[in-house]
């Protein structure tokens, strides 16, 4: 197998590099990354710049751009003779659960690959806190779950059968691999933001707004009383558990998500409308 990954934390992310040492046991492992970190930067494109590329003793190669630069470069010019059977982002330092997709520059970079066709897997680490200081081990573990359910299972079979997806994948940071109970399929979820704005005076005496992702419940929080949701779809009903409830009980998350998907029935309803 032929793997592209990629992340938003930088290239010398240690989840970057425990992702590397997984995957290069069940096949060829080409990294393309930022050269800095670029957390929050989504699917962004860099059109009115040049980007520039450094190849690392390591390998890896440097690019000073966002994640989606990154793949959107490897994928059509740096290596652009391979047909990679997946990319893989992450391994992301914290969550993105719920709506955090919509800003994650690791969900964005899954993106961007799917958009051209390639099946794409955003994987990130839920530690207990939000200090963002995952220990080693918590990335060697997450790195071997997300090895072994591709290696192991029919998941990225099931990929390349679902185009216009990314899964979303939520690995809770555990000391030991037998601490993960299982996982679950789910759905995101939604958490409303303790403090989205934080105001500050600089040095210089300036009015400066630094903005957060922070939730306001902790998704190691376990609420029993919402442990699952009714979810509603074009065909049917069901029960589904959401990404943070899932993580939050110990449980490594799944989320395949849709894109380019606008539901028939909400076509119906808006066909209703005299505009």
């Known amino acids: 197998m032929k793997f592209l990954i990629s992340n938003d934390d930088g290239v010398y992310a240690p989840g970057l590099l425990?992702?590397?040492?997984?995957?290069?046991k069940l096949g060829e492992v080409v990294v393309v990354a930022p050269s800095s970190e670029q957390s929050g930067s989504a699917s962004s494109l860099h059109i009115?710049?040049?980007?520039?590329?450094?190849?690392?003793?390591?390998?890896?190669?440097?690019?000073?751009?966002?994640?989606?630069?990154?793949?959107?470069?490897?994928?059509?010019?740096?290596?652009?003779?391979i047909q990679f059977d997946c990319v893989i982002t992450g391994i992301n330092s914290g969550a993105n659960l719920g709506q955090d997709v919509l800003y994650s520059g690791t969900f964005g970079a899954a993106l961007t690959a799917q958009i051209f066709g390639i099946p794409a897997i955003a994987t990130s680490?839920?530690?207990n806190s939000f200090t963002g200081n995952e220990q080693e081990g918590h990335y060697k573990i997450a790195a071997q779950q997300i090895a072994q359910l591709l290696a192991k299972t029919?998941?990225?079979?099931?990929?390349?059968?679902?185009?216009?997806?990314?899964?979303?994948?939520n690995i809770p940071g555990v000391d030991k691999a037998c601490d993960i109970k299982g996982h679950k399929i789910t759905q995101l979820?939604?958490?409303?933001?303790?403090?989205?704005?934080?105001?500050?005076?600089?040095?210089?005496?300036?009015?400066?707004?630094?903005?957060?992702?922070?939730?306001?419940?902790?998704?190691?929080?376990?609420?029993s009383k919402s442990s699952m949701t009714l979810i509603e779809n074009d065909d049917n009903s069901d029960i589904v558990w959401t990404d943070d409830q899932a993580v939050a009980a110990?449980?490594?998350?799944?989320s395949p998500v849709r894109l380019h998907h606008t539901p028939v029935s909400t076509l119906e309803r808006f066909s209703t409308l005299k505009l």
């Open 18 to 24: 425990a992702l590397y040492k997984e995957l290069s």
């Open 48 to 81: 009115t710049q040049p980007l520039y590329t450094q190849k690392l003793s390591s390998g890896f190669i440097a690019v000073s751009g966002s994640p989606a630069d990154c793949i959107y470069l490897a994928l059509h010019q740096l290596y652009s003779d």
């Open 125 to 127: 680490l839920v530690s």
């Open 154 to 169: 029919a998941l990225l079979t099931e990929m390349k059968n679902l185009p216009c997806h990314v899964l979303n994948v």
């Open 189 to 223: 979820g939604h958490s409303l933001l303790a403090r989205p704005v934080h105001q500050m005076v600089d040095p210089r005496g300036r009015t400066a707004y630094w903005l957060s992702l922070k939730k306001r419940q902790s998704p190691y929080v376990d609420d």
């Open 250 to 254: 110990g449980y490594i998350s799944l």
